[in-house]
């Protein structure tokens, strides 16, 4: 979308095409576009879910740096970026049902005093569990999200969080199912190649197999 309004003024002869684009997006994105814009969104809009923006910013190598390319006025900028930590936070409430006197409302977890690991225990959840008790408040944990700066692999920032409810959400967008015979056909890849002979693969040799199955006709 941006391009194209970048690129509107400078083109001569092709104009109606560019018009032809411009309009094609904005019906088949109308929803995520609307969202955007900061307008009302039908149910009718396609992509009008906003598991889209909560993904975005729940991505800790992307949060919000994709408001930059689209080159939206500071006031804009930040009044979309108040509307998705909104939705993320209300995304949180529908599942956060605890009591006051165990919500811990402060930035860091309390330095009490940990529980001991018992020997032949390698779980790594052991430890996670023994915090069970104290949860922070989702406004501490998404404050504390946004202001690390610390931009890791998805996979790896999430698994090594103590962010409870920051966690458990961003598992439940992040299991989106297959929702396209494209993208089921990528699916299909990735279950061929994650085989059982083949479990020691590294995420992002995984990821360059998927994508070179799934685009080898045009190789």
Not at 40 to 62: H, R, T
Not at 187 to 212: N, P, Y
Request: glycine residues 2%; proline residues 4%.
């Amino acid at each position: 979308m941006v391009h194209l309004r970048d690129i509107k003024e400078q083109i001569v002869f092709s104009n109606k095409l560019v018009q032809q684009l411009e309009l094609s997006i904005e019906k088949r994105f109308a929803g995520i576009i609307n969202r955007i814009n900061q307008v009302k969104i039908e149910d009718n809009d396609q992509f009008n879910d906003p598991v889209y923006f909560i993904a975005a910013g729940l991505d800790p190598s992307f949060k919000f740096l994709w408001l930059r390319d689209l080159k939206l006025t500071a006031n804009t900028e930040n009044r979309l970026k108040h509307d998705v930590i909104q939705l993320i936070l209300d995304e949180i409430n529908k599942n956060f049902k605890v009591s006051p006197t165990k919500v811990f409302d402060e930035g860091t977890f309390p330095t009490s005093k940990p529980k001991k690991k018992k020997i032949f225990v390698y779980d790594d959840s052991y430890n996670d569990n023994a915090n069970d008790s104290i949860i922070m408040n989702p406004v501490a944990e998404l404050e504390a999200y946004l202001n690390d700066p610390i931009k890791a692999n998805f996979s790896e920032y999430w698994c090594r969080s103590q962010m409870k409810q920051l966690k458990k959400l961003t598992v439940r967008v992040a299991s989106v199912q297959a929702s396209s015979a494209p993208i089921e056909r990528v699916f299909s890849c990735a279950g061929l190649i994650m085989s059982s002979r083949c479990t020691g693969l590294s995420e992002q040799l995984f990821k360059d197999l998927v994508f070179l199955k799934a685009n080898q006709a045009l190789l």
